[in-house]
């Protein structure tokens, strides 16, 4: 048997896994859509009773957002079973300064979330700048960040990603706005989402796994599947989405597998 196959280059057979991990763009839906396999895949992890949570580096989307639009495109995931960037970068906030304060550059599923965690948004000498996506960046909202940056508040974006993509093609995203407020702070933000390894370890005490028996799935080498491996799990790469197959030599790191699309993975469940 192969790679291609689903199946270790070496050979050798894991741990039984007992929680998956999987993104969502590039292995689940494409531009709204799901991809084939999908909801045989979800379907499985139901069937085997095995624990799951859905990822996203998007931090636009609440969790009942994400659900409908999954929804829309035939995948049923409830909202318990979706973890995004937003939520990460909100926990992370709240371990660090309990009840503290942040100005916050992002929508809805980034305010939400850091609403929830019990933190005050304002403009006035806060703890964190916290940058996260938005189709509608302001220039004024850039500035003000810029000023609190300067003024002593600590910086923190929810994911590296430089461009998001549309119907019309890519748009400039959190990573390219950061390395904007960089240039002009001379900060660099702490960025909580993938390849952060803290992303999939929050997700992980969500549904209370432990990483020799986790999977991830994804679709990026340089997210995924690196953050994967610095968790400790193993790892699928999916070809359906970011990575081709001929990139995956280029990297000084492996997945545990590659496989054509998440249809491949639903035997592995």
Known sequence: MTEEQGVPADGRDGPEIE?????MDGVL???GHALPGAADFLQRLVDRERRFLVLTNNSMFTPRDLRARLAASGLHVPEENIWTSA????QFLAQQVPGGSAYVVGEAGLTTAVHEVGYTMTTSSPDYVVLGETRTYSFTA???AIRLI?????FIATNPDPTGPSAEGP???TG???????RATRREPYVVGKPNPMM?????NRIEAHSETTAMVGDRMDTDVVAGIEAGLQTTLVLTGSTRREEVEDYPFRPTRVCESIADVVDLV
Do not use: K, N, Q, Y
Not at 87 to 90: E, G, K, N, Q
Not at 150 to 154: S, T, V
Not at 200 to 204: D, G, I, V, Y
């Open 87 to 90: 939520l990460a970068t909100a």
């Open 142 to 144: 850039i500035t003000t």
């Open 171 to 173: 748009l400039p995203a």
């Open 29 to 31: 839906v494409h531009e």
């Open 150 to 154: 300067e003024g002593g508040a600590r």
């Open 176 to 182: 390219a706005v950061a390395a904007l407020i960089t």
């Open 19 to 23: 929680c998956w991990l999987t993104d």
């Open 200 to 204: 999939f370890r929050s997700a992980m």
